[in-house]
Nanobody
């Protein structure tokens, strides 16, 4: 099991930036690919970004590509989501999660599927005002 805690959310004006962090504890962090998801009120959870175990491969939803950057520091057991040029439609609760399969290397399609993740964090609210 990997325990995950998100932080860094807040209120920001459109065009602004935020950096989310996901701190992991428990089993070896670098055994797991990781992902960020978000859920806006009244909407389904959606994939945002994912990163491979080493950090060498990243995946993004089209809606955030070019604005968000996912990264990880395995020495610090922490994953990040740098969010720039934020838009009101980015408003949501953001969750980090670990791949349910340690040591596994999947496809972009695999990492976009929320069911492929386990050990979700509690979420951090991001609100972008217009």
């Amino acid at each position: 099991q990997v325990q995950l805690v998100e932080s860094g959310g807040g209120l920001v004006q459109a065009g602004g930036s935020l950096r989310l962090s996901c701190a992991a504890s428990g089993r070896t962090f670098n055994n797991y690919a990781m992902g960020w998801f978000r859920q806006a009120p009244g909407k389904e959870r959606e994939f945002v970004a994912a990163i491979s175990r080493s950090g060498g491969t990243t995946y993004y939803a089209d809606s955030v590509k070019g604005r968000f950057t996912i990264s990880r520091d395995n020495a610090k057991n922490t994953m990040y989501l740098q969010m720039n040029s934020l838009k009101p439609e980015d408003t949501a609760v953001y969750y980090c999660a670990a791949d349910r399969r340690p040591y596994y290397t999947g496809s972009s399609y695999y990492y976009a599927g929320g069911d492929n993740y386990a050990n979700w964090g509690q979420g951090t609210q991001v609100t972008v005002s217009s």
